[in-house]
């Protein structure tokens, strides 16, 4: 896990004036883990706690649907893996392209991980138990369909 950030990049793009990606911002932590299933890019991941001993540090699944949101969701998946493959995970920071498809959700607004579908994004609402997951930089489907960037809020 990353404990720290040596250097902070703030440039926006090259000296050729080549947009830079987030990857680069260093305003975000990724950490590789092992899939425990079948994992989208772009879905929330979670803690995989049915594995058994320190194995539980090193696995993710799918984020699984919760109504009140998902406690144990860690981060986005920044590729697709399956069982067993290394999934890189955004689990602090800026992301791009994170699944959600129920309700609206508009630029600023706080959000659930797993509330309406496994391994997707929803605004929060009062009741939600497991806190906020992240906040939405844009508003649900601005670049792409059931696709929103968010900042992923420290967690793991």
């Keep these: 896990m990353s404990s720290y950030r040596v250097i902070q990049y703030l440039e926006g793009e090259a000296a050729d004036g080549t947009a830079l990606g987030p990857e680069v911002s260093n305003r975000r932590e990724v950490e590789t883990f092992l899939a425990t299933g079948t994992i989208v890019k772009g ?3 979670m803690s995989a706690v049915a594995v058994s001993g320190a194995k539980r540090a090193l696995s993710v699944l799918q984020c699984a649907n919760v109504a009140t949101g998902n406690a144990l969701a860690i981060g986005v998946a920044l590729n697709a893996a399956t069982a067993g493959q290394r999934v890189d995970v955004v689990t602090s920071g800026y992301v791009e392209g994170v699944n959600c498809t129920a309700g609206t959700i508009a630029a600023g607004a706080p959000l659930s991980a797993g509330k309406a ?3 997707q994004v929803e605004t929060s ?3 939600d138990l497991a806190g906020c997951f992240g906040v939405a930089m ?3 489907g601005a670049t792409t369909t059931n ?7 420290k967690q793991f």
């Excluded at 696709?147 to 809020?153: D, E």
């Design 138 to 140: 844009e508003a649900k």
């Design 125 to 127: 609402a009062a009741g």
């Design 147 to 153: 696709k929103v960037a968010i900042m992923v809020k």
């Design 117 to 119: 579908a496994a391994g």
């Design 43 to 45: 879905d929330v991941v």
